[in-house]
């Protein structure tokens, strides 16, 4: 399940999704677990990612924190966004799940008032994979997404050139 992903110092990188949520002036999502409250099932996620609107390329980051839900079908398969979470206000299901990889659907996102209309048939999804998995995600993960999700637009955000350039100017 997606609580048993998200451990303190997990770092997944958004590679597909079937959103275009920025119009294509934010790429390289990528999520690192900062803190982990067993008791209350809570995770609070730092969201780095890279803002193409100005020529220099800025990167940017945010945290939310995000409470786990129990859901009949599987235990802790949805998260939603806290009060007190930075960022817009967000719902996830983690639809599939291994070691390296997984398929999140965005259940509800709340962007400055701007809401993304959902797809007439599948659901909106994004696949979230470690960085030492990128190229060799399980065909499980990739059939889940094409599968479950809506697939008549899907939107590359990873280049391993552009997403690892954060990396490199901190070195």
């Known amino acids: ?72 079908t599987s235990p802790y398969s949805l998260m939603n966004t806290t009060a007190e979470s930075g960022g817009p206000p967000a719902s996830y299901r983690f639809l599939y799940v291994d070691d390296n990889c997984t398929v999140m659907q965005l259940v509800f996102v709340n962007y400055s008032g701007r809401v993304l209309p ?6 909106l999804c994004g696949i979230w994979v470690k960085p030492d998995a990128i190229g060799s995600e399980s065909p499980n993960c990739n059939s889940t997404f094409y599968e479950m999700c809506n697939n008549t637009g899907v ?17």
């Open 1 to 72: 399940n997606g609580w048993n992903l998200l451990q303190n110092g997990t770092v997944l990188q958004q590679t597909l999704r079937n959103y275009d949520n920025t119009h294509n002036t934010t790429t390289c999502p990528k999520a690192t677990t900062v803190q982990r409250d067993e008791n209350a099932t809570q995770v609070t996620e730092k969201l780095d990612y890279l803002n193409r609107t100005s020529e220099e390329r800025i990167w940017m980051s945010f945290n939310s924190t995000f409470q786990f839900y129990n859901e009949s």
């Open 155 to 171: 939107h590359s955000v990873y280049s391993a050139t552009e997403c690892t350039s954060k990396e490199e100017l901190s070195e």
């Open 118 to 123: 959902r797809p007439e048939q599948g659901v």
